[in-house]
């Protein structure tokens, strides 16, 4: 009767901790009858001290607790676990009260606690490494877990747990929580009705029914805490909702309540029905998932994060405060406490680190509680070494703690390895009941009697070692998971008063679908995601419409119209090692156009609404958001190094259609306004499918092919192209649409333009000679075109544009926060600490003493590499063929409805950046092939536009290489460090930075009508230029010009100004009077 001492003894231990008043004996004597039942139970205030939380339970209430264990069928027939209502209201811990006592008990336990989690993560990664390369079979624990999961029948009704908080927010409480209506997990036929099951059959059909889950956050809400326990039991009640109809509506919801619908099929033998049928065959639909969020809900959580963090802080230095049988003035009494607490936070520790004395001490701390702990390794400790070893443990840290644990262990296990086995030996290990903790089959074996082990392994359809070297197929798929979302709906509310109730933001996805699936053989999986359709709607312009609608509400964004209806907005699938084998990993990616608009109103009123009204201390919250930001970026970075690293062959295709953002005039989008529109363009990336398998299949053929293409087999390409980025301006009456489907119009200020990439990455990352990374990126050309008068109409266009206004000025009064330290998690910690230990430990060395002369000869192999030639990791070519760009007159010369006429145009020519990253060094070359500079409105001496800047290169000569073909301006920079094993060679000199500059002959030709032409250009344009933008000196020199307008002696700007203009009237008519042109 295994099961039946397991289930009595959880019962008894949790339902003791959680429950008051519980009659154990009577709970015993109900469970052996097969039917227990509870009820009117209340629970300790103490129940959630176990989740580390900083709440305590006020009111804790459950109506109902059923539990049916068939004794005599428990293998055939299922186990029946009910709940009917459970009520649960939290307040949070105020009173941060210090024992020293307690202090040092919950300081121990910490501590141990991350030392167990510290070794249970490092026998987990040895357990994996064990683990690599064996067959995936049918293990003993995965077939309880299913075994488990085809008995239980699970019901729960009526939960309401609760959280109520007045000293966050004192004038102002709220309330937030969580309520289920109910769910149910049972057995059902084929076509999923409610069924009993009895036989033993190959499929079992499962439906859980998930109904109106919902969470809520009321603010300025009323207290329940002054209520009778009965009434608050009632009042808890009767909020909680129904479905979505049947919701109270004094409560605001955060998640509406939400069904959720889940069918599962159990195959209980898949290699009796010959693996054509999923261990695990699930499918979840959700009817429509609401996410709503106010400005009030906002501003609770931003207190609470700061009250939370305020109790924190007290909790670590309550210690330092004084006693209150002390009288002192309260001044000297707060300088008292920080002197105490800095002095025993910050300056005692340091110190004491560099004693002698308590470094000896240290150190005779570590070997005695290393003895002993070998000591219960290999043997039985007293009581007084128990005790001993329990005293050190509180004074030796985690780290230490760790490392002496584990080198201990090492040489325990080496000892065991080296001592004789003989049958005394096996005897007394036997009678000791030594067994090994990872063997669940070993535990069953000396609990389980014959006959109930041949039950359990027929019920289950275990069959022990005899199916052990019996592998899945490759192909066979145990786990198949599908979600199915209909509706995704996600609201801002403003909420800033009780007449202002409106939703400022929605986005809406409906249709989403996730497949998930599993080959266990391989170890590979399939993730695939489909989104319909993708919607961001900005504030109603008609207040009497239902909030529900969206009839009213400005569009911020929608799939393009170039869309079809049948095509998915993003289409993304995943998989790893896919069954064809022709890549390691296969991503592919498809997402169609988006069309987004800019809506001032919208975002003004989402910034009013969401404006912090007070200057918050967040610094606890900061550290843990800084913390798990620094430790997700260092788990990615990981990652992906190691998993690129790893990939020999990917297979991609990404395919983004071109989105596009428009920003109307006034912030409000009308059709035949005013509108930028900036086209994102078109990105494809997929592999290269190029002439790369006839090289192959001559160099498999042994047929002769060079060694460049012999190399190209090293490189797995990747060809990325980004199309059609461009940036349009169409003032009123003019139809961007049109100018953006053209190519080249008079509306484009960037005219469509294109990036062509290609990304070559080596399979062999250790190779000296072939770089680890090539790119190579081409952009053809750039064309601007800009006028003045574009120039004056795009300014004025964003300045019309209204920005959002803040009302809430915060106090210059700066609040001191602590410097954001790397605080880590534990689990972080827990991880550096586990590999940091397992690298200093010499012990574990000669235990795997083959694997690691492996490493060491790979790695000497590597630095002779870097001292004879370092490894290439990164080897770049970047080209820009050409820069054009057009300047249009048309204030001065035309007409109020023309473009103007061309005035200035900018060449640069062939612009090229390469760099190539090796191990020790960085080289980067930049060059600039030519610079041309025309005056539009003036011709030359060759009857051609007047150049007035160019350089003179010769390019007669076609018979240069590429590196001979001169450059006007050439940069070569070359980077490196003093721990470059070549630092003083003749390459580096022992210089870490060196740069050659080399700028080639400029050629400049001054005509004094195209000079002037040009500064009567500027001059136009700084005068019309609105005052908030231009420069300092502008500005400045108005308001000079200003001041001295009634003075009598001109300002010598003045004066210079008038010169230049006598010498052009002068010059204007000697050219006339002549009747020449000046060349």
């Known amino acids: 009767m295994v099961f039946e001492n397991i289930i009595v003894y959880l019962l008894d231990k949790y339902l003791g901790n959680y429950i008051e008043n519980l009659d154990t004996k009577k709970l015993k004597i109900d469970l052996w009858n097969g039917n227990v039942v509870l009820e009117n139970l209340y629970l300790k205030s103490n129940a959630l001290a176990d989740l580390n939380l900083p709440v305590t339970i006020a009111i804790g209430y459950l109506q109902k607790l059923v539990l049916q264990v068939p004794w005599t069928n428990i293998y055939t027939h299922p186990i029946k676990v009910t709940i009917d209502g459970l009520f649960l209201l939290a307040v949070p811990k105020t009173d941060v009260e210090y024992d020293a006592k307690r202090d040092e008990k919950d300081e121990y336990e910490m501590k141990m606690k991350e030392v167990q989690q510290i070794e249970e993560l490092r026998k987990q990664r040895e357990a994996e490494k064990n683990t690599q390369g064996n067959d995936k079979n049918d293990t003993f624990i995965e077939r309880i877990q299913l075994q488990i999961l085809r008995n239980l029948e699970l019901s729960m009704r009526n939960i309401h747990i609760a959280y109520e908080d007045k000293s966050s927010k004192p004038n102002h409480p709220f309330a937030f929580g969580i309520t289920l209506n109910y769910f149910t997990l049972h057995t059902t036929t084929s076509d999923w009705k409610s069924t009993i099951l009895k036989d033993d059959t190959p499929l079992i059909h499962k ?36 479905d979505n109809q049947q919701a109270p509506s004094d409560v605001a919801y955060i998640l509406r309540p939400l069904n959720v619908k889940t069918k599962c099929i159990l195959t209980m033998k898949p290699r009796q029905e010959g693996f054509q049928q999923p261990m695990f065959d699930i499918k979840i639909d959700l009817d429509a998932i609401s996410l709503n969020m106010s400005s009030g809900q906002y501003s609770d959580l931003l207190d609470l994060l700061q009250f939370q963090g305020y109790l924190t802080v007290k909790s670590k230095y309550i210690k330092y405060h004084m006693k209150k049988d002390q009288v002192e003035k309260s001044s000297l009494k707060n300088w008292r406490f920080a002197y105490e607490a ?296 990981i990652l992906m190094k190691h998993n690129i690293e790893k990939i020999k062959v990917l297979d991609i295709y990404i395919d983004i259609q071109s989105s596009y953002f428009l920003l109307p005039e006034n912030g409000v989008y009308e059709d035949g306004g005013a509108t930028i529109c900036m086209d994102l363009g078109h ?45 349009i301006y169409a003032n009123r009456n003019e139809n961007w649409e049109k100018a953006r489907r053209e190519r080249n119009t008079r509306l484009h200020l960037i005219k469509p333009m294109e990036l062509e990439m290609n990304v070559d990455k080596c399979i062999y990352d250790d190779d000296a000679v072939l770089p680890a990374w090539r790119v190579v990126g081409n952009v053809p050309s750039i064309e601007l075109r800009l006028s003045d008068k574009r120039l004056f109409e795009i300014i004025n266009h964003i300045q019309l544009i209204p920005l959002p206004q803040f009302k809430h000025i915060l106090n210059d009064q700066t609040l001191i926060e602590p410097e954001i330290s790397p605080a880590e998690s534990l689990l972080n910690y827990s991880k550096q600490a586990c590999e940091t230990v ?95 500079l025309c005056h539009d409105q003036f011709i030359g001496k060759d009857n051609q536009r007047l150049c007035l800047l160019s350089a003179q290169i010769n390019k007669n000569n076609n018979n240069r290489t590429d590196q001979e073909i001169p450059t006007l301006v050439s940069v070569h920079f070359l980077h490196t460090s003093s721990e470059n094993p070549l630092f003083l060679s003749a390459i580096y000199n022992g210089i870490e930075n060196k740069a050659h500059i080399h700028v080639s002959k400029l050629v400049v030709i001054l005509q004094l009508e195209a000079l002037l ?67």
């Not at 050190?392 to 325990?412: M, Q």
């Not at 398998?693 to 047929?703: C, D, H, I, P, Y």
């Not at 063929?881 to 473009?899: P, T």
């Not at 400045?1036 to 210079?1056: A, I």
Request: net charge negative; charged share 30%; hydrophobic share 35%.
């Open 207 to 242: 439906l859980g029914e998930l109904s109106a889950l919902s969470i809520y956050w009321n603010t300025n809400s009323k207290s329940r805490l002054d209520l009778s326990r009965d009434d608050v039991i009632h009042d808890l009640r009767e909020k909680i909702a129904i």
């Open 342 to 637: 800095i002095l025993n936070e910050e300056i005692r520790p340091k110190f004491e680190c560099y004693k002698w004395g308590n470094i000896k001490a240290h150190l005779d701390r570590c070997r005695e509680y290393r003895a002993i702990h070998f000591q219960k390794l290999t043997g039985k400790l007293t009581n007084e070494q128990k005790e001993r070893a329990k005293a050190l443990e509180k004074k030796i840290d985690v780290f230490n703690l760790t490392h002496i644990r584990h080198s201990a262990e090492i040489e325990a296990r080496k000892k065991k390895e080296q001592e004789p086995k003989t049958w005394w030996g096996n005897i007394s290990n036997w009678w000791s009941g030594s067994k090994s903790s990872d063997d669940p089959e070993l535990d069953l074996e000396k609990l389980m009697s014959p006959e109930e082990k041949v039950k359990l392994y027929d019920a289950i359809g275990y069959a022990g070692e005899d199916t052990s070297t019996s592998t899945y197929p490759e192909e066979y798929v145990d786990i198949n998971l599908k979600i199915r979302l209909n509706m995704l709906d996600i609201n801002l509310w403003s909420k800033m008063n009780e007449n202002d109730a409106q939703v400022i933001v929605r986005a809406v996805i409906p249709d989403t679908s996730l497949v998930f699936k599993r080959r266990l053989a391989t170890d590979a999986i399939v993730f695939s995601m489909d989104l319909g359709s993708f919607q961001v709607f900005g504030i109603a312009t008609d207040l009497k419409q239902s909030e529900l609608l969206n009839d009213s509400r400005s569009t911020l964004v929608k799939p393009s119209l170039s869309c079809s209806n049948q095509q998915k907005l993003l289409q993304i699938e995943l998989e790893t090692s896919p069954l064809d084998k022709t890549a390691d990993y296969r991503i592919k990616i498809i997402s169609q156009s988006l069309e987004i608009k800019y809506n001032a109103p919208t975002i003004n009123k989402l910034a009013e609404c969401f404006e912090s009204d007070t200057k918050r201390n967040l610094s606890s919250v900061k550290q843990i958001a800084h913390s798990t930001y620094t430790d997700a970026k260092h788990r990615s970075y």
């Open 683 to 727: 990105l494809t990336l997929k592999r290269a499918t190029n002439d790369r398998n006839n090289v192959r299949e001559s160099f498999l053929s042994n047929r002769a092919i060079n060694i460049a293409d012999a190399q190209e087999l090293s490189y797995t390409e990747f060809k990325l192209k980004l199309e059609d980025i461009q940036l």
């Open 838 to 932: 397992a690298d200093i430990i010499p012990a574990e060395k000669s235990l795997e003493k083959s694997e690691l002369d492996h490493t060491v000869n790979k790695r000497t192999g590597k630095q002779q590499n870097d001292l004879e030639g370092q490894l290439t990791q990164l080897e770049a070519r970047f080209t820009l063929d050409k820069i054009d760009l057009h300047i249009d007159e048309a204030l001065n010369c035309c007409g109020e409805n023309d473009e103007g006429e061309p005035f200035l145009h900018l060449i640069l020519e062939s612009i090229v950046a390469k760099t190539k990253i090796k191990t020790y060094d960085m080289e980067f070359d930049a060059s600039l092939t030519n610079l041309i």
């Open 1013 to 1079: 032409s040009i500064f009567r250009f500027y001059e136009s344009l700084t005068r019309k230029l609105p005052k908030s933008i231009l420069p300092h000196e502008f500005k400045h020199e108005e308001k000079e010009e200003e001041e001295n307008k009634d003075k009598s002696e001109p300002s010598k700007l003045l004066q210079d100004k008038k010169l230049l203009q006598s010498s052009v009237t002068t010059f204007e008519k000697t050219m006339q009077k002549h009747g020449k042109k000046f060349d």
